[in-house]
């Protein structure tokens, strides 16, 4: 299932809320540099679908702030 995230980086409190059918805003505290704001949205969006971090794949918008981002259901 592909997932739609708006982010803003360099906030002073975290907040992930869903906005609508997979998507979602995200306010995160990292900043957006050395690609830790895409790992912090990454990590919310695995922990808010109960899965692992290795199930979440980055699709687009690696420097923007609308990122799109795929939940595949991991393997047993």
Do not use: C, W
């Not at 907040?15 to 690609?35: K, L, S, V």
């Not at 990590?43 to 290795?54: C, G, I, M, Q, S």
């Not at 990122?67 to 393997?75: D, I, L, S, T």
């Amino acid at each position: 299932m592909k997932v739609s995230v708006r982010v803003t980086p360099n906030a002073r409190r975290e907040r992930f809320e869903m906005t609508g059918d997979n998507q979602f805003t995200a306010t995160i505290t990292e900043p957006p540099e050395r690609n830790e704001a895409n790992t912090r949205v990454q990590r919310l969006v695995a922990a808010h679908y109960n899965v692992p971090l290795t199930s979440v794949r980055f699709l687009t918008g690696m420097r923007t702030k609308k990122k799109v981002f795929e939940v595949v259901e991991p393997q047993v």
